[in-house]
């Protein structure tokens, strides 16, 4: 019998993972979200873009309900709202599911789980972190616009977990570790960057091509590993490679990163951090939950992050101006970075 899952929060991440699995008929797939994109993929069905193909799934497959009665039928489901949507949508699912069901946070932010377990004491909750980019295109096109798998915590004693059977038999690349922490905080550091590329404006693949930007983002990472070193937290290594590694590679001259980046990831050169996507279109961002997560870690420990400080502020600042991305250039981020 196929396995009931829901996805709360149909966006980029909710309807690409959830339209993997009714793609390939390996779960029956509740999605809950919000009206316009339920009547994109009504109208063109749903188009899940990956680098050398797509895949169609048809719109009755994945049909995105509005009502969040529909996911107390489901064994599992996964939160996928932004993070300043999760206390909110704790609730929501408290007041529908049954006790038991599992409910997987693929959030960004490392405080998203024990949000979710303190309002659903009679659900298991488990962390995972989501590697890979997605976007969404006209047409109901999910894009992913990076590589890399999803990453979740599994269970204690290695009992089988079959949402994650169904994950890589509909073809998504899963890894299961215990504890999860430290790949959390690793992803929280990556995703550092992610300021950076909103105020900005420039696609990942400049950002990551463009020695200034690169600047900024090692100094963003340095601060916050000194930060983390100082609480005691350990994060994993990227792909091999550790933290410390990396923020020396983002020094080094274009040419090496250009090979080192060619070996370790693919970006696709429209890929643009979800936090551009949020400057544009006037929605709150995660920075609070990214570099404001360094600067409360720093303030735990009587230390400072004023780096991460000044670019959540900038951020912030953009999100009141609501005019989109500043599109700042490597020299004006520097300055106003040391700006305090
Ligand atoms: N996008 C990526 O590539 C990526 C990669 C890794 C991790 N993540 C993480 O995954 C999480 C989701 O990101 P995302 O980019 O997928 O966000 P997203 O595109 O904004 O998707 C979330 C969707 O959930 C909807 N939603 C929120 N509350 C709802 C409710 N009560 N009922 C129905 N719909 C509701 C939102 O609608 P409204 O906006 O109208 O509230 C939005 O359409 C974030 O924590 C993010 O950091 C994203």
Redesign the pocket.
């Known amino acids: 019998m196929s396995i009931h899952i829901g996805i709360?929060?149909?966006?980029?991440?909710?309807v690409y993972v959830g339209g993997r699995l009714a793609a390939k008929g390996e779960a029956e797939v509740m999605l809950?979200?919000?009206k316009p994109?339920a009547d994109a993929i009504a109208e063109h069905g749903l188009t899940l873009r990956e680098f050398d193909h797509e895949d169609r799934v048809d719109a009755d497959k994945a049909r995105i309900d509005?009502d969040?009665r529909a996911l107390s039928s489901c064994e599992v489901v996964f939160c996928?709202?932004?993070?300043g949507?999760t206390e909110?949508?704790a609730k929501?699912l408290a007041g529908v599911l049954e006790p038991g069901t599992v409910v997987v946070s693929?959030?960004?932010?490392i405080r998203?789980p024990e949000i979710l377990c303190a309002a659903l004491p009679n659900n298991p909750v488990v962390p995972a972190v989501?590697?890979?980019?997605?976007?969404?295109r006209e047409g109901a096109v999910f894009q992913r616009?990076t590589s890399g798998p999803l990453i979740v915590e599994s269970r204690p004693g290695g009992q089988d977990q079959r949402w994650v059977d169904a994950l890589r038999a509909a073809g998504v690349e899963v890894d299961e570790v215990r504890p999860l922490a430290s790949e959390q905080w690793t992803k929280l550091l990556l995703?550092l960057n992610n300021a950076v590329g909103a105020l900005s404006g420039a696609p990942t693949r400049d950002m990551i091509l463009s020695r200034g930007y690169r600047r900024v983002i090692a100094k963003l990472l340095d601060e916050a590993l000194d930060v983390l070193d100082g609480a005691g937290i350990r994060p994993a290594k990227f792909r091999g490679v550790p933290l410390r590694v990396m923020s020396f590679i983002m020094k080094l001259p274009t040419p090496v990163v250009r090979l080192v980046i060619r070996a370790q990831l693919r970006v696709d050169p429209e890929a643009r951090v979800?936090m551009w996507?949020d400057l544009e279109r006037g929605?709150p961002t995660?920075v609070d939950v990214l570099n404001g997560e360094i600067v409360r870690v720093a303030g735990e420990h009587g230390g400072a992050a004023p780096i991460n400080r000044r670019i959540a502020e900038l951020v912030h600042e953009a999100e009141r101006a609501g005019a989109g991305s500043p599109n700042m250039s490597p020299e004006t981020l520097l300055r106003a970075l040391e700006d305090d």
């Open positions: 709360m929060g149909a966006g980029a991440i909710g809950i979200g919000r994109l509005e969040v996928c709202v932004k993070s949507a909110e949508t929501i693929l959030q960004n932010g998203n989501v590697s890979f980019n997605v976007i969404i616009t995703n979800s996507t929605r995660e």
